[in-house]
């Protein structure tokens, strides 16, 4: 095709002028054997000293010069230990898979605990910088947010709460090799010779390169001038999903048929997205209700201090389905998890401004009242507690105060014991404040029952939904009396 630039992914072209002239900085990436963070690596690896970090160990790492670190990330201290040293951290997770056989809990309340546990651990090293990669916002964003896009602004927010310098990247769909949105579209193409799309597929957005993504990535490591901004990055070119279906196409070489309908159909596209762009369900739902948005770049937050060639769209397609090289990720160790382990995020509203230390300790109080004659809590130790089942001797469970890992914001118990749990080295129980304590979460971690799995799953893990629903209702009208 005429006109297209040539070699994008020459080394060379992402060097930036003063690049020699800087010390390098420790940069630690968050998501780094994803899409953007194993191709930023690729490109970038002589330029910062960076740290990838992932929840596996690493057996064997050719390339020496990137530092890879262990961390569990939902794990306030192990985040805090993995950002040791680091002067800038980038923040590229989407907890869009679970990491335990059960999860209860929303994507949404797992990104928000997920990104505070990030944002304390950067404010405890000291950390320069947070850059964070999300999604583009549309301009009238307090009506009838997708799940999707609200995530990501919540996750916006909570990273830079506590004073972070923080840079938020806003993107629309990002066109690269190996890139989740843009397969599902090469997928459909390549699939379907005649595509009847429904409504979404005229709304407008702005896709982005990985070339010119990783380019204004770079850019803002370490620049003073994008602290505390966020910035809605794209193409120049204003486009709509179904342009792009034909563009793709076009550059493909493909002959297709795309016909527009005047209805959305949530469910249908979720289903024929799924089952021919080849992403699984989990990714697809969420991405897919965020396409009923006009995603555009808002000319205010729109990147100014640094020109960018951009690649048209056609060019960004070619790279992505020309490019032979492949960003080179280490092996990893197996992970051995526990077994039948459970996590469990539930989320309060808290209007009424009640203090974290006060919800934790009312909860311990509320729920033998809730169940009246069935539980007994009981002190247990010095500070424990124990919830016993009627008059038993011996408790269903056992929590024990963790003060040293808990403040204002947050209160942790261990749990400690009981006859309901299998292993007592493993699960803990929080209670924390998020957004300045706008939410409550109410977490359960790496829990092992010790009923059986099939039983558990359908008497003991629903009646802990139930209880945090009660709970939360109870909070609520004590809100409404007190009002």
Same mark, same amino acid.
């Given at each position: 095709?005429?006109?297209?630039? %040539?070699?994008?992914?020459? &080394?060379?072209?992402?060097?930036?002028?003063?690049?020699?002239?800087?010390?390098?900085?420790?940069?630690?990436?968050?998501?780094?054997?994803?899409? =953007?963070?194993?191709?930023?690596?690729?490109?970038?690896?002589?330029?910062?000293?960076?740290?990838?970090?992932?929840?596996?160990?690493?057996?064997?790492?050719?390339?020496?010069?990137?530092?890879?670190?262990?961390?569990?990330?939902?794990?306030?201290?192990?985040?805090?230990?993995?950002?040791?040293?680091?002067?800038?951290?980038?923040?590229?997770?989407?907890?869009?898979?679970?990491?335990? /056989? @059960?999860?209860?809990?929303?994507?949404?309340?797992?990104?928000?605990?997920?990104?505070? #546990?990030?944002? *304390?651990?950067?404010?405890?090293?000291?950390?320069?910088?947070?850059?964070?990669?999300?999604?583009?916002? &549309?301009? #009238?964003?307090?009506?009838?947010?997708?799940?999707?896009?609200?995530?990501?602004?919540?996750?916006?927010?909570?990273?830079?709460?506590?004073?972070?310098? %923080?840079?938020?990247? /806003?993107?629309?769909?990002?066109?690269?090799?190996?890139?989740?949105?843009?397969?599902? =579209?090469?997928?459909?193409?390549?699939?379907?010779?005649?595509?009847?799309? &429904?409504?979404?597929?005229?709304?407008?957005?702005? &896709?982005?390169?990985?070339?010119?993504?990783?380019?204004?990535?770079?850019?803002?490591?370490?620049?003073?001038?994008?602290?505390?901004?966020?910035?809605?990055?794209?193409?120049?070119?204003?486009?709509?999903? $179904?342009?792009?279906?034909?563009?793709?196409?076009?550059?493909?070489?493909?002959?297709?048929?795309?016909?527009?309908?005047?209805?959305?159909? %949530?469910? %249908?596209?979720?289903?024929?997205?799924?089952?021919?762009?080849?992403?699984?369900?989990?990714?697809?739902?969420?991405?897919?209700?965020?396409?009923?948005?006009?995603?555009?770049?808002?000319?205010?937050?729109?990147?100014?201090?640094?020109?960018?060639?951009?690649?048209?769209?056609?060019?960004?397609? @070619?790279?992505?389905? #020309?490019? #032979?090289?492949?960003?080179?990720?280490?092996?990893?160790?197996? *992970?051995?998890?526990?077994?039948?382990?459970?996590?469990?995020?539930?989320?309060?509203?808290?209007?009424?401004?009640?203090?974290?230390?006060?919800?934790?300790?009312?909860?311990?109080?509320?729920?033998?009242?809730?169940?009246?004659?069935?539980?007994?809590?009981?002190?247990?130790?010095?500070?424990?507690?124990?919830?016993?089942?009627?008059?038993? *001797?011996?408790?269903?469970?056992?929590?024990?105060?963790?003060?040293?890992?808990?403040?204002?914001?947050?209160?942790?118990?261990?749990?400690?014991?009981?006859?309901?749990?299998?292993?007592?080295?493993?699960?803990?129980?929080?209670?924390?404040?998020?957004?300045?304590?706008?939410?409550?979460?109410?977490?359960?971690?790496?829990?092992?029952? $010790?009923?059986?799995?099939?039983?558990?799953?359908?008497?003991?893990?629903?009646?802990? @939904?139930?209880?945090?629903?009660?709970?939360?209702?109870?909070?609520?009208?004590?809100? $409404?009396?007190?009002?």
């Amino acid at each position: 095709m005429k006109g297209l630039k %040539l070699n994008v992914f020459n &080394p060379f072209f992402f060097m930036s002028s003063s690049q020699s002239e800087k010390k390098k900085l420790k940069v630690a990436i968050a998501g780094a054997g994803g899409y =953007i963070g194993r191709w930023f690596i690729h490109h970038y690896r002589e330029h910062y000293e960076i740290i990838g970090l992932s929840r596996r160990k690493v057996k064997s790492n050719l390339q020496t010069e990137v530092e890879w670190r262990q961390v569990e990330l939902y794990s306030i201290s192990s985040t805090v230990e993995a950002l040791k040293g680091v002067d800038v951290a980038i923040y590229l997770v989407h907890s869009m898979n679970s990491s335990t /056989r @059960l999860n209860q809990g929303s994507f949404e309340d797992t990104d928000l605990l997920l990104a505070d #546990n990030f944002s *304390r651990a950067a404010k405890a090293n000291g950390v320069k910088q947070i850059i964070f990669l999300g999604g583009i916002i &549309p301009d #009238n964003y307090e009506e009838n947010l997708s799940r999707h896009i609200r995530s990501r602004l919540e996750v916006e927010q909570v990273l830079g709460s506590r004073g972070n310098n %923080l840079t938020a990247l /806003r993107a629309s769909i990002i066109v690269g090799p190996g890139g989740s949105s843009f397969d599902m =579209i090469k997928n459909l193409v390549q699939k379907l010779p005649v595509m009847i799309c &429904p409504k979404w597929t005229e709304s407008k957005t702005q &896709p982005i390169s990985l070339r010119d993504t990783l380019t204004i990535l770079d850019h803002c490591i370490g620049n003073s001038n994008v602290y505390n901004q966020a910035i809605e990055i794209g193409s120049p070119e204003i486009l709509t999903y $179904r342009e792009m279906l034909e563009r793709t196409a076009k550059v493909l070489g493909k002959k297709r048929m795309i016909f527009s309908v005047p209805f959305f159909s %949530l469910g %249908l596209s979720k289903f024929w997205v799924g089952l021919f762009g080849e992403s699984p369900s989990q990714l697809v739902s969420p991405l897919v209700e965020s396409l009923k948005h006009t995603l555009t770049v808002n000319p205010k937050l729109a990147l100014k201090d640094k020109n960018i060639d951009y690649l048209n769209y056609d060019e960004s397609v @070619l790279e992505a389905v #020309n490019s #032979n090289e492949k960003p080179y990720l280490p092996t990893f160790y197996k *992970r051995k998890g526990i077994k039948n382990t459970v996590r469990s995020i539930q989320r309060l509203s808290n209007e009424s401004g009640y203090s974290i230390p006060w919800v934790a300790n009312r909860y311990k109080v509320w729920l033998p009242w809730f169940f009246k004659f069935l539980i007994n809590g009981k002190m247990s130790g010095q500070e424990g507690v124990g919830f016993f089942l009627m008059n038993g *001797r011996k408790p269903m469970l056992e929590l024990t105060p963790v003060h040293d890992r808990s403040d204002q914001h947050r209160e942790l118990f261990y749990i400690s014991g009981g006859w309901l749990v299998k292993r007592f080295d493993s699960g803990w129980l929080e209670f924390r404040g998020v957004l300045d304590d706008k939410y409550i979460l109410t977490a359960i971690h790496d829990f092992v029952p $010790r009923l059986p799995w099939f039983i558990y799953v359908n008497t003991q893990a629903k009646i802990h @939904l139930w209880v945090m629903n009660r709970f939360k209702n109870y909070l609520e009208k004590k809100v $409404r009396f007190i009002g």
